[in-house]
């Protein structure tokens, strides 16, 4: 059998999930409780930076199907060490402007001569690199907190019961 | 507007797109609020950069290559962002270099068939926060103009007895407004409106008008051709 190299993470990630339907055993139950973790994901303003069933902000990444797409374990990784799970090709940037504006944000696209930001408030930047003062890109950053210290240990299984929960459309 | 000299200057607003925007479009030349440009529909542009006499000396400014070949669109533009649709896609586009900003796609069903017509879109609409996309498989979709997530989803009509969508939808005050086609494969067209928020089918009648069932029965109580029911619609 010949190597994935091909494949993106979310390609691989969505094989397997395919893979695992073939399956008839069902899967490990969560110590959490999915209902409560709805609760928590709402308390913890989860959805000022993603959107799940068409509802939140969409500066982070979508979780309407995230529990088709990651394992529970990885789940709890991105909660606890965001920074550990980074997503294929996000990258944080931070731009000077020549007015001096400093706009920060995650990297939508780039080509040699321009750049493309979006900022925590959803809006677009296209800037020529040849204007910037200054373009740095924060590799391994990101501007998810780690939430490992604001939700308790039944919290955080809650949590990823409910995001594991989440398979989106069927 | 000097589109030319006007080339990727930063901190590209990112408004939204409210109805009363949209009925003032003619104040907005350098954007295109809705399909035709403005409520009027006259589709006309009042920029006058490009005339009669330097058109033949217009030059690439960039390029996008559409996943798809075939393609009617006419784009929407928003405070330096384009928006084009294709054949149950979505796409925002940096309107300064042509860059992609989201892509959204909707799988089309492998039984979907069209007659007489195209896989094509017409164009997206925009209102508020939320683009509006009708699918082939005839669906109204709504996506956030910032990421190009689905809001929501609404099945119009159902493809598999030959209902298909290729217009751009049409956003009014708090209203999507969209229609079918089909007529060559002997639908019954109709028009129908959504809630812009939520999704929710905001006209009555609709849903029997495209009964077959209805205008069966319709036809039979009328006693002829149903001619009385179509106008109707």
């Given at each position: 059998?010949?190597a994935?190299w091909?494949?993106?993470d979310?390609?691989?990630?969505?094989?397997?999930a395919?893979?695992?339907?073939?399956s008839?055993?069902?899967?490990e139950?969560?110590?959490?409780?999915?209902?409560?973790?709805a609760?928590?994901?709402a308390?913890?303003?989860?959805?000022?930076?993603?959107?799940?069933?068409?509802?939140?902000?969409?500066?982070?990444?979508?979780?309407?199907?995230i529990?088709i797409?990651r394992?529970?374990p990885?789940?709890r990784?991105?909660?606890?060490?965001?920074?550990?799970?980074m997503?294929?090709?996000?990258?944080?940037?931070?731009?000077?402007?020549p007015?001096?504006?400093?706009?920060?944000?995650?990297r939508?696209?780039?080509?040699?001569?321009?750049?493309?930001?979006?900022?925590?408030?959803?809006q677009?930047?296209?800037?020529?690199?040849?204007?910037?003062?200054e373009?740095?890109?924060?590799?391994g950053?990101?501007?998810?907190p780690?939430?490992?210290?604001?939700f308790n240990?039944?919290?955080?299984?809650?949590?990823?019961?409910?995001?594991?929960?989440?398979?989106?459309?069927q | 507007?000097?589109?030319?000299?006007?080339?990727?200057?930063c901190a590209?607003a990112f408004g939204?797109?409210?109805?009363?925007?949209?009925s003032?479009a003619?104040k907005?030349?350098?954007?295109?609020?809705?399909?035709?440009?403005?409520?009027?529909?006259?589709r006309f542009?009042?920029l006058?950069?490009?005339?009669?006499?330097?058109?033949?000396?217009l030059?690439v400014k960039?390029?996008y290559?559409f996943p798809?070949p075939?393609?009617?669109v006419?784009?929407?533009?928003v405070?330096?962002?384009?928006?084009?649709?294709?054949?149950?896609?979505?796409t925002a586009?940096?309107a300064?270099?042509g860059?992609?900003?989201?892509n959204w796609?909707?799988?089309?069903?492998?039984?979907?068939?069209?007659?007489?017509?195209g896989?094509?879109?017409?164009?997206?609409?925009?209102l508020?926060?939320k683009l509006?996309?009708?699918?082939?498989?005839?669906?109204?979709?709504?996506?956030?103009?910032k990421?190009?997530?689905?809001?929501?989803?609404?099945?119009?009509?159902?493809?598999?007895?030959?209902?298909s969508?290729?217009l751009?939808?049409?956003?009014?005050?708090?209203k999507?407004?969209?229609?079918?086609?089909?007529g060559?494969?002997?639908i019954?067209?109709?028009v129908?409106?959504?809630?812009?928020?939520?999704?929710k089918?905001?006209?009555?009648?609709?849903?029997?008008?495209?009964?077959a069932?209805?205008?069966?029965r319709r036809?039979?109580?009328?006693g002829?051709?149903?001619?009385?029911?179509?106008?109707r619609?």
């Amino acid at each position: 059998m010949p190597a994935g190299w091909f494949l993106t993470d979310e390609d691989v990630a969505n094989l397997a999930a395919y893979v695992r339907s073939f399956s008839k055993i069902p899967s490990e139950p969560l110590p959490g409780d999915a209902v409560r973790g709805a609760r928590v994901y709402a308390k913890g303003g989860c959805s000022n930076c993603h959107i799940v069933a068409g509802a939140g902000f969409g500066y982070g990444p979508e979780l309407s199907n995230i529990g088709i797409r990651r394992s529970a374990p990885y789940i709890r990784k991105a909660i606890v060490k965001p920074g550990a799970t980074m997503p294929e090709g996000f990258l944080l940037v931070e731009a000077i402007t020549p007015a001096g504006d400093k706009i920060e944000g995650i990297r939508v696209n780039e080509d040699t001569f321009s750049i493309q930001i979006k900022d925590a408030t959803g809006q677009f930047h296209s800037l020529r690199k040849q204007d910037l003062k200054e373009l740095q890109k924060l590799r391994g950053e990101t501007p998810m907190p780690p939430f490992e210290e604001v939700f308790n240990t039944s919290e955080l299984d809650d949590l990823v019961a409910y995001l594991a929960s989440l398979g989106g459309k069927q | 507007m000097k589109l030319a000299s006007a080339v990727l200057l930063c901190a590209t607003a990112f408004g939204q797109v409210s109805f009363d925007r949209i009925s003032n479009a003619d104040k907005e030349p350098g954007n295109w609020l809705t399909y035709s440009g403005s409520y009027q529909g006259h589709r006309f542009s009042p920029l006058a950069e490009i005339k009669a006499d330097n058109v033949s000396h217009l030059t690439v400014k960039w390029a996008y290559q559409f996943p798809d070949p075939n393609n009617e669109v006419s784009p929407i533009v928003v405070d330096n962002i384009m928006y084009v649709s294709g054949p149950n896609s979505a796409t925002a586009l940096d309107a300064h270099t042509g860059r992609v900003l989201w892509n959204w796609k909707r799988p089309l069903p492998s039984d979907y068939h069209s007659i007489g017509f195209g896989h094509v879109s017409r164009g997206p609409a925009v209102l508020d926060d939320k683009l509006y996309v009708a699918t082939l498989d005839c669906y109204l979709v709504a996506l956030d103009v910032k990421s190009g997530i689905e809001r929501w989803a609404v099945k119009v009509a159902d493809y598999k007895t030959a209902y298909s969508m290729t217009l751009a939808p049409l956003a009014i005050n708090g209203k999507v407004v969209v229609g079918v086609s089909g007529g060559e494969a002997g639908i019954r067209g109709f028009v129908d409106a959504y809630d812009a928020k939520t999704g929710k089918r905001a006209s009555g009648g609709a849903a029997e008008q495209r009964s077959a069932a209805a205008i069966l029965r319709r036809r039979v109580r009328l006693g002829g051709d149903g001619a009385a029911g179509r106008a109707r619609l």
